[in-house]
């Protein structure tokens, strides 16, 4: 109201609009001085600056000077011609909108977009300004945050990958990290009834045990608390590539630092023109919507242009580049929803098939322990289980129920065999697979053998796999008439089976198997419980992969719902060269590769191949590496550290919490604090984009404001505000940060959300978390494919596929014909005859495989890489933390934490191995040194040992000898599963295993 | 009388060591005088996670034994204490007092269950304090107990008399030690049978128009002796398990039983836990 009469008034008279500017100005500068007087944290923010700044109208016509010098302020009317800053208003009327309600962000951006507004002079001084200038209305005093708790500690809150925490802070130093506990004002928990029985989840969020780590990390004697130089590197002479990775490094000052990394940022650009700086981060961050990789970094790299690295689906693979062909699903990358699984689960299904599949050591993702106790109501019920995995895991350790163990890469030709039972013994939903799919009969006479004279039995898949005939033959009838729920991995949608070199032709037949049970009818759907809690999935709060602030339109889901609700300034990147992840070695060495994109918005976005360099582009000569190691995640590791070697790189950066991995490779180290350093906010388990409403694994919704708990450890600085120093450098500090405080920032996210309307700000930032209420039982969200096996319309909760992308908008599915398709039209219509990857799912033995016998005698263990427990990736491991003492993490031999390498105490015995003795386990690719542990959950010619080693030691020469870090992607092949795609096969991989003696390697 | 004990249900620990690690964060870089010293970053296991597979690949299982100090009710530790440096308080638990333990190594060896650790820096005898620090501060459980995401860990709080009917009831067991010593501990393990027992098992599989199957839904006995010991009937596999067993506790017989008759029978002697193997019926 007041608003719409300040409009009226300044529309009617310039006069008045000069005389309130005038008024304004002066008011300024009485606040100013006033603050300055009673105000320590602007007093301190001012500190002993000494600037000219002054406010006027474009022209001169009308202004007001203010001289800042020696803690003191002084003001005139009137311009100063030798100003250090100038803020710059087209007219009176704008400049008095502006001032008088800076809440409007909308209008202020669209002011700057449109010139109304300019801000001239170094750009460092007039971010200093436009600081304080905006300080003189936010947070005029320090924010009261936390809660006051036993011994003298306060209580704060912080979010992780591993789930919510209560951070206790005494003196400025963290005392322990713990769970969160809810109390009894936190939202109100679901009850499902079945069977006679009601689950109500605890009232609690659990947390994965890196956590519970945390602590002894944040303090880690790895931490990078100063920036650092490679000692033998010149920025003006001798760069020395060659060494990087050898030589030590030297602290230097801030300003050196990013000094050096600005100019070089300009000077790469000037000399090889656009596309020669690369930036490539690992998949996760430390967690936090505004700290995220896809947020603040992704604002800096296309503020100064950068080449885009694009990741392959690394979790999805076999699923994004086979499985989306049959049903659709690209916004997923060929994942599915799991919306209401939970309770249609508890209430009809009597059999889980766990398939690659182990949520228990996994947690989905970002999913803590939240899924465990459904599993044990499950258990309760008296549902039957099985689990498929080559390595008894933890879930099947757990919950128990018969383990078949199939030879790793094998585990197509076991869902073939089952395919023919269900055909041959009439264990099929025939209904539903003439009304809901199509091709079926194509793929029914392969499988009966009509195609290739091979019937796809039992017993020809047993050669394949291992697995005995009969217990497969018993699974296919078991799965045939019990209602069955199938979970392809830990969750829907990932699992090891879908990162090896079949990994394409089993994701696709998990798909057909299910079109061939009836998927969505009651009993008869997808997952493990892990996903599908009944909570809200109304209320609206953004995940990470939403982009924060990041202002980035192409590669986040900023444009889908974040854009509207915190409007921001683009910030698109001119850059339009992309280079594959897993080619950024060739990349460099080799400065050509190609690939195909990650592009979930249709079917047919992989399909546009990627070439590098792209035309009129630079190849890459600048390096910004950013957050976690490539060395314990990315195939053929060792290619990484030959590149970074190579003088085709001229310069690199690395922008790190750890002094870890990649980070002794580079030039200039800069350090990051942890997210329990700086503030954030963040909702557990929401990561948006391609894992739509990926909190429906949590029982309750948690949304933590992330508290700066403690200062930052020595000299580090959080990832933004890093980034905005060096933008300052480089003359773009307003368009990258608007100005605006990371406080301020992780405010207007709060003020985005549906947050406002439940709960205050100041309440939310003191109490620092709010729990979602569980929905009335008629809002909660339906059963995923419930509508499509009673041919209704799509009414689960979610906005994919895109409203051209089908035939009648809500009707059917994504694919072609809208129906489960056996026989994939988007393949027949991109490569029909392609041999890698036909158009109905086949057995195509792995490329890397007992089938190739020279190779085989040589390297007779098939090596298996999951994804760890006690880490999260590199997260959490190494760095001399407590997951360190964890028994089935690392194992300390010699004074040094070895990586575990499981083996059958069978093969072990062959091979004079005993527990705990150090081995090398090695192929043509490389070495890894190991602890042997000596188990039965590995059949024998299977070993065991999982990526995500944050520690690269090699023992000899970096890139080319063997590894004591434990580096397991050293080993595994770079290949992508099929040629036309960008995909890891991580899971394919034969190595030999021999005891290792240090005497012998010297 | 408020006294505290612990439960572990060992068939409900799977390993994920969050109560091994919140008792590093609570105890390691944190001094609590009057409990204890500072635990060092690397080395100790006051909560100390053991662990176990039981058969030969492809019939196996795994189970997991969290052992901290058993809190006993007649400590040797206490007995082997000088100047009064381990106390039992009246709630049970039990404390080594780090003002008065100064090298006092031979603490750690007066444990039956190795639950005490030394301190070499220190120079102190040191273990699980229960988190009394916290628990007299008001807190509800201790760290390994509030971090536990299965249940597997419980506090029970009350005192004897309710504490011998829930061990009673639910049929708890505390570790056995050698020597014929009766510590009396206070940490009682439910399902221990699954770390300290073995189980014995097979596969019935049969021949039917040429093609094997899995023979589900027979009957099979375990007898020894005269003694029919337990029955059991197969499952959709074919599969099937006697658990429970004593680790050499010589010969027994497994029968398969088809309608009326024996259609099988495999006598073993029992060392550990393992399987019969596939057995085929004619």
New interface residues.
């Given amino acids: 109201m007041a608003a719409y009469f300040m409009d009226r008034v300044l529309t009617r008279s310039e006069g008045v609009s000069d005389l309130l500017f005038r008024l304004i100005l002066v008011s300024l500068y009485q606040l100013m001085r006033f603050k300055l007087a009673y105000n320590p944290l602007f007093r301190s923010s001012v500190g002993d600056k000494e600037l000219t700044a002054q406010i006027k109208i474009r022209g001169d016509r009308l202004g007001r000077t203010y001289v800042f010098k020696q803690g003191r302020l002084t003001s005139t009317g009137g311009v100063a011609p030798a100003a250090d800053v100038s803020l710059i208003f087209s007219d009176t009327r704008t400049a008095v909108r502006l001032m008088l309600d800076q809440s409007n962000k909308l209008r202020q951006l669209n002011a700057l977009k449109n010139f109304r507004v300019d801000l001239e002079g170094d750009d460092r001084d007039a971010m200093w300004f436009s600081r304080t200038l905006s300080m003189l209305r936010y947070f005029h005093t320090e924010p009261s945050y936390g809660i006051p708790a ?2 003298g500690t306060t209580r704060y809150v912080s979010n992780t990958n591993g789930g919510p925490v209560f951070v206790y802070v005494k003196e400025g130093r963290i ?5 969160i ?1 809810f109390d009894e004002k936190d939202g109100r928990s679901w009850t499902i009834r079945a069977r006679g029985k009601e689950f109500t989840p605890p009232r609690r969020g ?2 994965n ?2 956590v ?5 990390l944040i ?1 880690s004697k790895d931490r990078l608390l100063y920036p650092m130089k490679r000692v033998d590197f010149d920025p003006h002479g001798e760069r020395n590539c060659a060494n990087r990775g050898i030589s030590g490094y030297q602290r230097i000052s801030w300003d050196e630092a990013l000094d050096i990394v600005a100019s070089e940022i300009k000077r790469v650009k000037q000399q090889h023109g656009p596309g020669a700086i690369m930036n490539s981060s690992g998949s996760h961050h430390t967690w936090g919507n505004l700290g995220y990789w896809l947020s603040a970094k992704t604002r800096f790299m296309n503020s100064i242009g950068s080449s885009h690295v694009v990741h392959n689906p690394d979790s999805w693979e076999g699923w994004y580049w086979g499985a989306m062909h049959h049903w659709g699903n690209s916004m997923r990358n060929g994942g599915s929803d799991t919306y209401g699984t939970v309770e249609d689960c508890l209430k009809e299904a009597e059999l889980i098939v766990f398939w690659s599949s182990d949520p ?1 050591s996994t947690s989905g993702v970002y999913g ?2 939240e899924g ?2 459904r599993r ?1 109501w499950a258990k309760e019920l008296g549902i ?1 289980m099985v689990h498929i995995d080559p390595y ?1 895991n ?1 879930t099947a ?2 919950m ?1 129920g ?2 078949l ?1 199939p030879r790793p890469d094998t585990g197509n030709a076991m869902a073939l065999a089952i395919a023919w039972v269900w055909i041959t013994e009439d264990l099929y939903d025939k209904e539903y697979v003439t009304e809901r799919t199509v091709g079926f009969e194509t793929w029914r006479d392969y499988i009966l053998g009509k195609h290739d004279g091979i019937p796809k039995t039992p ?1 020809w898949q047993e050669p394949e796999t291992t697995v ?4 497969v ?3 296919a ?2 799965w045939g008439r019990l209602k069955t729920y199938l979970s392809p991995g830990g969750l829907v949608g990932f699992g090891g089976a879908c990162r090896c070199a079949t990994g394409t032709e089993w994701a696709r037949s998990m798909v057909c198997l299910m079109a061939m049970q009836g998927l969505g009818k009651p009993g008869r759907n997808l997952g493990c419980l892990q996903q599908g809690a009944p909570v809200d999935t109304n209320f609206y709060f953004p995940g990470y992969a939403e982009g924060g602030l990041s202002g980035d339109l192409d590669y986040t889901g900023l444009r889908v719902s974040v854009y509207q609700r915190m409007p921001q300034l683009p910030s698109m990147n001119s850059v339009s060269q992309m280079i594959p992840r897993l080619r950024i070695p060739e990349a460099i060495l080799d400065q050509a590769c190609e690939g195909y994109p990650t592009d979930p918005k249709s079917i047919e976005g992989q399909f546009r191949k990627i070439v590098y360099p792209a035309p009129g582009h630079a190849p890459v000569r600048m390096y910004y590496k950013y957050g976690g190691s490539h060395f314990g995640t990315m195939a053929d590791s060792n290619r990484y550290a030959r590149a970074y070697r190579s003088d085709n790189l001229e310069f690199v950066v690395n922008q790190s919490i750890w002094f870890e991995g990649e980070a002794a490779f580079a030039d200039i180290i800069l350090p990051a604090c942890t997210n329990f350093e700086r503030w954030d906010i963040g909702e557990t388990a929401n990561s948006g984009g391609y894992s739509h409403h990926q909190f429906i694994q949590w029982n309750h919704r948690v949304i933590t404001m992330q508290h700066k708990c403690i200062e930052p450890l020595g000299e580090s600085k959080s990832d933004y505000q890093i980034f905005l120093e060096l933008v300052e450098r480089l003359g773009l500090g307003a368009p990258f940060s608007e100005g605006q405080t990371e406080l301020q920032w992780v405010r207007r996210l709060f003020d985005a959300s549906d947050l406002p309307q439940v709960i205050s700000w100041p309440e939310f930032l003191k109490k620092g978390y709010y729990v979602v209420p569980a929905p009335a039982e008629a809002n909660r969200a339906p059963v995923s494919w419930r509508w499509f096996a009673e041919g209704r319309k799509k009414d689960v909760p979610e906005l994919a596929p895109l409203p051209s992308d089908y035939s009648q908008w809500r009707e059917g599915l994504q694919t072609q014909s809208g129906k489960l398709e056996f026989e994939s039209s988007s393949l027949k219509r991109f490569a029909p005859d392609d041999p890698e990857r036909p158009v109905i799912p086949t057995w195509i033995p792995s490329w890397e495989g007992h089938h190739h016998k020279a190779l085989y005698e040589k390297y007779p263990l098939n090596l298996i890489s999951p994804h760890p ?2 880490s999260f990736h590199t997260m959490f491991d190494g760095k ?1 933390g ?7 993490h690392r194992v ?1 031999i010699n004074g040094r934490y070895y990586w575990i390498v499981r083996i ?2 069978q093969d072990a015995a062959a091979r004079g191995i005993g527990s705990n003795d150090l081995v090398t386990m090695f192929n043509d690719r490389g070495a890894v040194i190991c602890a042997a542990q000596l ?6 010619g299977t070993v065991h040992s999982c990526e995500g080693s944050s520690v690269y030691e090699p023992t000899g020469e970096p890139g080319s000898s063997p590894d004591r870090g434990g580096c397991i992607n050293v080993l595994t092949p770079s290949r992508n599963i099929i040629k036309k795609s960008h995909s890891s096969a991580s899971n394919t991989c034969l190595v030999e295993v021999k005891l290792y003696r240090e005497e012998a390697q010297k | 009388m408020k006294t505290y004990a612990l439960i572990v249900d060992v068939e409900k620990c799977e390993n994920c060591n969050n109560c091994f690690l919140s008792c590093k964060d609570e105890h390691c870089g944190n001094d609590w005088p009057g409990y204890a010293a500072p635990q060092p970053p690397h080395g100790h296991r006051w909560m100390n996670i053991k662990r176990r597979e039981r058969g030969t690949f492809p019939m196996i299982d795994a189970a997991y034994r969290p052992t901290p100090c058993m809190h006993c009710d007649d400590p040797p530790c206490l007995a082997a204490a000088e100047h009064d440096a381990v106390v039992k308080r009246d709630d049970g638990i039990v404390l080594i007092l780090p003002e008065r333990a100064r090298g006092q190594r031979g603490l750690a060896a007066s444990c039956p269950y190795g639950a005490i650790w030394w301190n070499e820096e220190l120079q102190l005898p040191q273990k699980c304090t229960f988190c009394a620090h916290l628990l007299d501060g008001g807190w509800q459980q201790p760290r390994c107990v509030q971090s536990c995401p299965t249940g597997a860990l419980s506090l029970f709080t009350g005192d004897s008399e309710q504490l011998q009917n829930i061990v009673v009831d639910e049929g708890l067991q505390v570790l056995p030690v050698g020597s014929g010593a009766h510590p009396r501990p206070r940490v009682y393990y439910k399902n221990l049978y699954r770390y300290d027992r073995c189980f014995i098992g097979g596969t019935v599989a049969r021949m039917r128009e040429g093609v094997e199957e899995c023979a589900d839904g027979v009957s099979v006995v375990l007898r020894q002796g005269r003694d029919l010991l337990a029955e059991a009937v197969t499952d959709e596999f074919g599969d099937f398990r006697f658990d429970n067993l004593v680790r050499d506790s010589g010969d027994y017989l497994v029968e398969i039983v088809v309608g009326d008759t024996i259609a099988a029978a495999r006598p073993f002697s029992l060392g550990v836990s393992g399987s019969l193997g596939t057995i085929m019926l004619e």
């Fill in positions: 036993q011994g005392v322990r990290i713990t769970p506990i659990s947390v045990p890196y519970l780590g945390l602590k002894s303090y228990e803590a322990f465990t106790v044990q039957k008894f933890h350790a757990l128990g018969k383990w163990a017993e005995p005939a009969r217990e033959r018993a699974l009838r078991m427990r006690y001399d407590s997951i360190n003492d964890v028994k089935d300390l059958n105490s188990t039965e959950r590995i059949p024998p």
